[in-house]
């Protein structure tokens, strides 16, 4: 799912490259909703974060979780959407910007990611998995229209750098994301918008497919 892993296996293995094909939804158009605000009963004045995804350890969560918990106004809120271990942990911060919201459908998801203000994809440098990762959420949050926070590992950095969408914490810490949250937030949203536009056929399944037509050719 990234270059960083294809060529890992290569180093390992003494093997051909394999082909990078990278876990991004369809292409879409005119998403933008307004669930979360209705559900929760938020105002157009608060900025909602979003976590969507597998609620585990590894993935940013409690780091998160201790960073929103620090705010004391509710001006910025986070929304976590999904499911996994840590899920009562979340359910016993909840407060008025500490939310949870259940895993909803594949085929609905992205009305509900569009929601949202930003989106986090904060994974942990715990691993080689995770350090070259290039997780799902980050290509949705996307093709939802929203700027990301990263964490600093080096796919994920890349896309946000190179495409210019977001922001990737200078360290993966509290503070680092802290940083990165008020800087996100400080930046010119019309031309992340621009920026974040140009991305959709990029990183869409439309284009990713095509790589598998021509594994198969091969």
């Known amino acids: ?23 991004c939804p369809h292409f879409a158009t005119g998403l933008k909703g307004n669930l979360f605000r209705e559900k929760f009963g ?3 004045n608060q900025k909602i974060f ?14 998160i979780l201790e960073s ?3 705010f004391t106004t509710d001006k910025f809120v986070i929304i976590f959407m999904g499911y996994g271990s840590l899920t009562s942990i979340i359910s016993e911060h909840a407060s008025k910007n500490i939310l949870y919201h259940e895993a909803v459908s594949p085929n609905i998801l992205l009305n509900f990611t569009a929601s949202a203000d930003y989106g986090i994809a904060f994974v942990e440098d715990s691993c080689l998995s995770y350090r070259y990762c ?13 700027p990301v926070i990263t964490s600093n590992l080096p796919e994920m950095r890349k896309v946000v750098e190179n495409y210019g969408v977001g922001v990737v914490a200078e360290e993966n810490s509290i503070d680092g994301f802290l940083g990165a949250i008020n800087k996100l937030v400080a930046m010119n949203h019309d ?5 974040i536009a140009e991305t959709h056929r990029v990183f869409s399944w439309e284009s990713q497919e095509k790589v598998i037509f021509r594994a198969y050719d091969v």
């Open 68 to 70: 929103f918990s620090s």
């Open 50 to 63: 979003l976590y969507q995804g597998s609620l585990n350890p590894g993935r940013g969560v409690e780091l």
């Open 42 to 44: 938020l105002l157009d």
């Open 134 to 146: 290039l997780p799902n959420k980050l290509f949705e949050y996307l093709m939802a229209n929203l």
């Open 191 to 195: 031309t992340l918008r621009e920026n």
């Open 1 to 23: 799912v990234s270059d960083t892993i294809a060529n890992e296996y290569t180093r390992l293995y003494d093997i051909k490259k394999p082909w990078v094909v990278l876990n």
